[in-house]
């Protein structure tokens, strides 16, 4: 009689658990990682799932909230880009996929997210509404290409972020506006230096005090593996995005290709 009490119990809690999120064929580079309910959105890029885990989707940046950080602002649009994250998958089911390196130093989880039933790309979606940035990273770059062309469109439109000045794309020239902040930078580069194992691309010929994108020793590594020379760069005109800061001059770190777009004429 026991042994029956335990099947019977079994079957229950089987029958109980919410079902799983629809099995889909991911895009090359991801892994699929199990699935979950969205019970909070945190931001325009996090959210937390029923089992307690967080989420940050990676490959976006939304406009960012203080969220208890104190003198940090609010940005422009992000109480839109929460509404809007919350509007996509709060209360649904979620398929979870591994792009690059799985968690980040907060403990949260690094994933694309797939929404039940209907497979939305919710990084695409976010991207193509305007209400996030292509944000990716050197252990995680997966679908960057995709995440570009999303971008891409909602900038041609006008969408979200990408009418406000704040969001918009800089000219070399004006890099030091963006000072401690994220951001996109353009320009034609009209030198390339070599200094202690580093490349220096420079915009200007005053190289102590116009924009410069750095890449260090591992970076370029990561370059040349994959056919890419930095001294190619030189004569072209590129588009730069990350933290801008100030070392003679400002300063972008660039830490994989992926940073860097020509800009087509």
Not at 72 to 77: G, Q, S, Y
Not at 80 to 94: G, I, T
Not at 151 to 177: F, H, K, N, Q, T
Not at 191 to 213: E, I
Request: charged share 25%; net charge negative.
């Amino acid at each position: 009689m026991p042994s029956v009490l335990r099947f019977l119990t079994l079957v229950f809690c089987m029958w109980a658990l919410p079902a799983p999120a629809l099995a889909l064929e991911l895009p090359p580079g991801l892994t699929p990682a199990g699935w979950g309910r969205v019970v909070e959105v945190v931001d325009g890029d996090t959210v937390v799932l029923a089992d307690g885990r967080e989420v940050r989707l990676v490959g976006i940046q939304a406009p960012q909230l203080p969220l208890g950080r104190p003198d940090f602002p609010t940005w422009p649009l992000a109480p839109q880009a929460r509404q809007a994250l919350a509007k996509l998958v709060l209360d649904r089911e979620v398929t979870i996929a591994i792009g690059g390196r799985d968690r980040d130093r907060h403990g949260r989880v690094l994933a694309h997210l797939f929404r039940a039933p209907d497979g939305l790309w919710v990084q695409g979606e976010m991207l193509g509404q305007g209400l996030a940035r292509v944000y990716t990273f050197a252990d995680n770059r997966a679908l960057a290409e995709a995440l570009y062309a999303r971008e891409r469109a909602a900038r041609a439109a006008g969408r979200g972020i990408w009418a406000l000045d704040l969001y918009a794309i800089l000219p070399s020239e004006e890099a030091e506006r963006a000072i401690d902040r994220f951001a996109l930078v353009e320009g034609t580069v009209v030198a390339v230096g070599q200094a202690r194992g580093s490349a220096y691309l420079n915009f200007g010929s005053d190289w102590k005090h116009d924009f410069t994108a750095v890449i260090r020793p591992e970076a370029l590594r990561v370059f040349t593996m994959e056919g890419i020379e930095a001294a190619a760069y030189r004569g072209r005109r590129i588009r730069v995005r990350g933290w801008v800061e100030s070392w003679n001059g400002p300063l972008i770190e660039v830490t994989h290709p992926e940073q860097i777009e020509e800009v087509l004429e």
